[in-house]
């Protein structure tokens, strides 16, 4: 998938369901892109966030790279699959509205509106590469993902 087609397949779903949710868009398709390598790495058929299962989800066994400890480790973890792109997006935003360790994004979101405080809030807390923020707004800024933020007629 090219990154157009990416952002065609997933940018609509994002912006409906992260409406709901008061949430900005363009995060939730740069963290996509990110996290899936625009597609080409998704888990399962639709986990392109790389969320992990807990007990009682859905999940599949995924060999991945972390940053622990100053480096990068290879593992196997489990992590969530999903059944449809409705249901990852709408994990993607229950995650961002009701974890608590994403309680000072959300605050930060509400009352500024401003993506990049916010992906600088919630970056360090969602991923262990220390430079993750920055690649998340990269990639908003790189494919006008912003557009998606706002309100169509």
Known sequence: MTPDEFIAWLGPVAQRVCRKY???????????????????YVIGEYNL??????????????T????IN?????????FKDYDSLDE???????????????????????????????????????????EYADKVLATIRANDLTQYDEVMA
């Open 22 to 40: 008061g949430l900005p868009a363009s995060v939730c398709i740069a963290q996509g892109a990110l996290e899936s390598g625009w597609g080409r």
């Open 49 to 62: 966030f790389g969320r992990k299962a807990v007990a009682g989800d859905k999940s599949i066994t995924v």
């Open 64 to 67: 991945t790279q972390e940053y």
């Open 70 to 78: 100053g480096e990068w480790v290879t593992i196997n973890d489990e």
């Open 88 to 130: 990852a997006v709408e994990d993607w935003c229950v995650l961002m509205t009701e974890e608590p360790a994403y309680a000072d994004a959300l605050a930060v979101w509400q009352e500024t509106h401003d993506v990049e405080q916010f992906v600088r809030t919630m970056g360090p807390v969602y991923a262990t590469d220390p």
